[in-house]
């Protein structure tokens, strides 16, 4: 027989197992984190292991993990080591594949093939393919911790085909674009604001990367002319060279002795610039086309090759980068074949 007594725990609700195994006929004595209810599913499932194995039935003899159990651990996991966006998302992929159960499951009970319903479901949804990819993954990390915590053998996600996703169009500002938006700001008298928005399209940050607290005076050079940019955590460190533009302003800043070079909170940031790209009468664009103008400008204009602006960004991979500027790789290829004519009937004529 399987019983079960509540916990005291600071850190949730908890519930202590104790079963004899029926093979080894020693104790059990195993803690899990959950409520009532599902305590109460995990004495039965156990009770039924136990009464099938007395009819030579195969059975696992386990404790048989719920989904909410493994969401509550790593839910604590992620908040405790991954950036609040990122267990934002995590969280909301959880409550959706939560309610795709329409129930608590045993974690056994979920297999590749309701994976692939999910996956199936949230495409019909109209969910873009790249969202629907990186829900996918966001299952396959959770899953893979329930292995690492030893409360799942296998991982259901694992096989399970991701979404074509289509070539991806950046919306980048043209120059007549970005002299409007210039004019938008300063016509508000908006320097402080327009300062930032110059170092985003002159350095090709991210939003936080140029914010407090991860963007200090510390992040910045002002003898070699260059600037440290990271992600949260301190995770994804990269330099960036300060041209002319950049240092100007920074040195600026520095000298009215601001805390921080940008004291912006990113939602401030964020909210502002859609507001001028309104005024400034620019559709489709956000924050992040400031980032993609920096690397399509460098590249429209042979300033740099896709290795260098791939490092600028910060990006993972070259494939990366591929993916974002296909189009504008495609006319580069096309000139640099072209100018070959050029080079070819010179060497002819001589």
């Not at 996956?119 to 329930?146: H, W, Y």
């Not at 991701?162 to 016509?187: G, H, Q, T, V």
């Not at 003898?223 to 950049?246: A, E, F, H, W």
């Amino acid at each position: 027989m399987a019983t079960y007594t509540k916990l005291n725990r600071k850190r949730g609700e908890a519930y202590l197992i104790r079963y004899v195994h029926p093979i080894t006929k020693k104790a059990v004595r195993k803690v899990v984190w959950c409520n009532r209810k599902d305590a109460e599913k995990i004495v039965k499932k156990i009770e039924a292991d136990i009464a099938l194995g007395q009819f030579n039935i195969k059975s696992e003899y386990a404790i048989q993990y719920m989904w909410t159990q493994l969401v509550h651990k790593y839910i604590k996991y992620s908040r405790s080591n991954k950036s609040s966006k990122t267990t934002k998302r995590e969280i909301y992929v959880l409550d959706s594949f939560g309610k795709f159960l329409d129930g608590d499951e045993y974690l056994t009970q979920i297999t590749s093939i309701m994976i692939e319903n999910y996956r199936d479901g949230r495409i019909s949804d109209r969910l873009s393919p790249a969202t629907v990819s990186i829900e996918i993954r966001v299952l396959k990390t959770v899953f893979n911790k329930a292995i690492d915590w030893i409360m799942l053998t296998h991982n259901p996600v694992n096989g399970i085909r991701l979404p074509k996703s289509d070539i991806i169009k950046i919306r980048f500002l043209r120059k007549e674009e970005i002299d409007r938006l210039i004019k938008a700001i300063l016509d508000d008298s908006n320097t402080e604001f327009l300062d930032l928005v110059l170092a985003y399209l002159h350095t090709g940050s991210r939003r936080i990367e140029l914010l407090k607290p991860l963007f200090t005076w510390d992040n910045v050079n002002f003898q070699d002319k260059k600037i440290i940019l990271q992600g949260l955590k301190g995770t994804s460190k990269r330099y960036v060279p300060m041209n002319k533009v950049l240092n100007n302003i920074l040195v600026r800043r520095k000298a009215r002795g601001l805390e921080y070079p940008f004291e912006f909170s990113p939602d401030f940031v964020s909210h502002k610039i859609v507001k001028y790209y309104k005024v400034a009468k620019i559709k489709g664009a956000n924050l992040h086309s400031l980032r993609k103008t920096f690397g399509s400008l460098l590249l429209q204009n042979k300033k740099a090759d896709l290795l260098t602006v791939s490092k600028l960004l910060g990006h993972a991979s070259m494939t990366t980068t591929e993916k974002y500027y296909v189009d504008l790789l495609d006319e580069n290829y096309r000139d640099s074949v072209e100018g070959l004519e050029e080079i070819l009937e010179e060497d002819k004529e001589e």
